[in-house]
C-alpha cells in the first residue's frame, strides 16, 4: 500500500525558493507522482505531476530521483499567495485491481514577508 | 464552465437521520471520488468509481454508501449520520481511470455538521 509522508508544516519568506520533499518508499512501478495546492475552505488544485526525472512548467518544478521513492517539489520565488498546503499523491491498486488516490497528510507553508 | 458541483455547501443535521451529498461533473469524466477533510489528517479518500456502475471503497467507507447510476452523477449517502461524520467533504473527478493518472478535478467542498 503506497503511502506518502511530508513534513507538516514549512516557512519561508517572500522571494525565496521552496522545496517540499515527499516520501513514497512502497511506489508501485507504474505510479505517478502528482501535487496539488490547497487554499483554506476551496478544493485542492494541480499543480504539477510527473514519473521520473524532472518535470517543469509555469508554477513549479518537480525532482524524481531514479529509485522514484521520493518526489520534491521546487516552488521558485515564492510569494504570501503561496501560503497553502501541499499534498503529495500517488496512485495505488484498490480491491478491484483498479488504483485508488492516496493523499498524504499535507505540508502547510506559510510565506512571510 | 468544466466544473465539479457539490450541494449543498453547508449542512447542519442531527444524529440518525438520512442524507444525501450530491455530486456532478460536466467534463464527461470516468473517474470520480469523494474526500473528507479533518483537522491534522488531510484528505482521506471515502469511495471511487472508476465508471458506471463501477465503485470501490477508500481508506474511510465506513459509515457511507455511494452509487453510481449515470457517469455525472456519484452521490454521498450517509443512512444514519453520527457526530464524528462532521467533516469538511470534496468530490473530485478525474478524466481517464489506469496506471497514468490524470489530474483531479475538486468540487468546492460541502461542511456537513452532525448535532
Known amino acids: 500500500l503506497a503511502k506518502t509522508t511530508q513534513p507538516i508544516s514549512m516557512d519561508s519568506y517572500e522571494g525565496q525558493e521552496v522545496n517540499i520533499t515527499c516520501s513514497h518508499n512502497?511506489?508501485?512501478?507504474?505510479?505517478?507522482i502528482t501535487w496539488y495546492q490547497q487554499f483554506p475552505s476551496q478544493g485542492p488544485r494541480f499543480i504539477i505531476q510527473?514519473?521520473?526525472t524532472k518535470v517543469t512548467n509555469e508554477v513549479a518544478s518537480l525532482f524524481i530521483p531514479a529509485d522514484r521513492k521520493s518526489s520534491t517539489l521546487s516552488l521558485p520565488r515564492v510569494s504570501l499567495s503561496d501560503t497553502a498546503v501541499y499534498y503529495c499523491?500517488?496512485?495505488?491498486?484498490?480491491?478491484?485491481?483498479?488504483?485508488?488516490?492516496?493523499f498524504g497528510t499535507g505540508t502547510r507553508l506559510l510565506v512571510s514577508p | 464552465e468544466a466544473q465539479v458541483t457539490q450541494n449543498p455547501r453547508y449542512l447542519i443535521t442531527v444524529t440518525g437521520k438520512k442524507l444525501t451529498v450530491t455530486c456532478s461533473q460536466n467534463?464527461?469524466?470516468?473517474?470520480m471520488s469523494w474526500y473528507r477533510q479533518d483537522p491534522g489528517l488531510g484528505l482521506r479518500q471515502i469511495y471511487y468509481?472508476?465508471?458506471?456502475?463501477?465503485?470501490d471503497k477508500g481508506d474511510v467507507p465506513e459509515g457511507y454508501k455511494v452509487s453510481r447510476k449515470e457517469k455525472r452523477n456519484f452521490p454521498l449517502i450517509l443512512e444514519s449520520p453520527s457526530p464524528n461524520q462532521t467533516s469538511l467533504y470534496f468530490c473530485?473527478?478525474?478524466?481517464?481511470?489506469?496506471?497514468?493518472?490524470?489530474?483531479?478535478?475538486f468540487g468546492n467542498g460541502t461542511r456537513l455538521t452532525v448535532t
Open positions: 473530485a473527478s478525474s478524466p481517464r481511470p489506469g496506471e497514468v493518472w490524470s489530474p483531479l478535478h
Open positions: 512502497n511506489i508501485a512501478t507504474n505510479d505517478y
Open positions: 510527473g514519473y521520473k
Open positions: 499523491l500517488v496512485g495505488d491498486k484498490g480491491n478491484t485491481g483498479f488504483q485508488k488516490l492516496v
Open positions: 467534463m464527461n469524466h470516468e473517474y
Open positions: 468509481s472508476m465508471n458506471v456502475e463501477v465503485t
